[in-house]
C-alpha cells in the first residue's frame, strides 16, 4: 500500500512560480512511475506530467517549457516545478502513483492563478 500526500499549492500572480511536492509513504516508490494530473471546476482530471521509474518524461502540450517533473528516489518525493503560471493552470493539482496491478491518488492540492 503507498499513500501520496500533496503540498505546495496556493494562490500565485499570473506568471509567477510553484513547486508541488508529493512525499510517497511505503516502499518500492523508485518502481512506480509518478504523475501530476490535474482537474479544473466542470472539466475532466487531465494529465499534467509524468515520470517513468527510468526517469523518462512526458508532458501535456499545454505545459511544455513551462513545467518540469522530477523525482528524488532517496526521498520518496515527485515534484512539479511550474514556471510562467497562467490563469488556465488553476485547478486541483493531484499526485499518483502507479504501475502493473497498482493505482494510487494523493487527496490534492489547488493550485489558484490569479491578480
Known amino acids: 500500500q503507498v499513500q501520496l500526500v500533496e503540498s505546495g499549492g496556493g494562490l500565485v500572480q499570473p506568471g509567477g512560480s510553484l513547486r508541488l511536492s508529493c512525499a510517497a509513504s511505503?516502499?518500492?516508490?523508485?518502481?512506480?512511475?509518478m504523475g501530476w494530473y490535474r482537474q479544473a471546476p466542470g472539466k475532466q482530471r487531465e494529465l499534467v506530467a509524468s515520470?517513468?521509474?527510468?526517469?523518462?518524461?512526458n508532458y501535456a502540450d499545454s505545459v511544455k517549457g513551462r513545467f518540469t517533473i522530477s523525482r528524488d528516489n532517496a526521498k520518496n518525493t515527485v515534484y512539479l516545478q511550474m514556471n510562467s503560471l497562467k490563469p488556465e493552470d488553476t485547478a486541483v493539482y493531484y499526485c499518483?502513483?502507479?504501475?502493473?496491478?497498482?493505482?494510487?491518488w494523493g487527496q490534492g492540492t489547488q493550485v489558484t492563478v490569479s491578480s
Open positions: 499518483n502513483g502507479r504501475k502493473v496491478f497498482a493505482d494510487y
Open positions: 515520470i517513468t521509474s527510468g526517469g523518462s518524461t
Open positions: 511505503g516502499s518500492m516508490f523508485s518502481t512506480y512511475t
